[in-house]
């Protein structure tokens, strides 16, 4: 178990994601969950690395600023709801440790975000059918010493699918939070031959990464 608390500090995730919740729990890191609301869009001639660490920063920067939204209870350290006020002795002590991290998938230099809607689902996964395309997470660590950003990019391969194939996975709705229309933890594993890089970096968060970079935060 791996217990920020040890060190009188305390992990936050500045993120709303229940996969990335899941992940950080599963590397046994101990956490409390204040998501940041941010725009998520592309800055005109902004390149996908560039993209997402900006996004991953400015969501750890503003939770440690105290701008995040309502706390959730996580289930590793406190249960129920309150507000982010309630990491504020921490804060105050620096005492507080944020991890932010956004997603995106790329193929051919396009950025491609969440669907918009059922139309869109089925765009992304026509472009993503046969080809091999990139997920890219941008992850920040932010504390009273300063920012910390970094990127992980992994390689995924799609056999080709067929319209009634796109239609039906559409329709059960799996699209449609998750960046390039797909989540390759459910239905779409079976259309993944090949992943060539972090694994968990396609479900949301790289978690050799971000322990790492959590890790050297606690020295």
């Known amino acids: ?42 800055r005109p001639g902004e ?16 939770v440690f600023a105290g701008e995040g939204t309502e706390r959730q209870g996580t289930g590793n350290r406190e249960q129920g709801t ?16 944020v991890l932010g991290a956004d997603t995106t998938v790329t193929l051919d230099g396009h950025i ?11 765009r992304m996964l026509r472009m993503l059918s046969g080809r091999t395309h990139r997920v890219i997470t941008g992850v920040a660590v932010v504390d009273a010493k300063g920012s910390e950003v ?12 067929s319209d009634d194939e796109i239609a039906e996975y559409v329709a059960t709705g799996e ?6 229309a797909y989540g390759i933890q459910g239905r779409a594993a079976k259309w993944i031959p090949r ?3 972090c694994y968990f970096n396609v479900v949301g968060l790289p978690l050799a990464l971000v322990t790492s970079m959590l890790e050297s935060r606690r020295l």
Do not use: W
């Open 112 to 122: 491609l975000e969440k669907p918009r809607d059922a139309e869109d689902a089925a």
């Open 47 to 62: 390149d996908p690395v560039a993209y997402v660490t900006r996004l991953a920063r400015e969501k750890a920067t503003a």
């Open 82 to 97: 309150g507000t982010c006020g309630a990491a504020d002795g921490a804060h105050a002590h620096g005492g507080i440790v």
């Open 150 to 161: 970094a990127a992980e990019v992994t390689a995924v391969r799609f056999v080709t699918l």
């Open 195 to 197: 992943v060539e890089g």
């Open 175 to 180: 699209p449609m939070d998750k960046a390039g």
């Open 1 to 42: 178990m791996v217990d920020m608390s040890s060190h009188v500090r305390r992990l936050v995730l500045a993120s709303a994601s229940p996969r990335r919740r899941e992940l950080l729990a599963q590397a046994g890191f101990v956490f409390d969950v204040i998501p940041a609301h941010i725009p998520e869009e592309p």
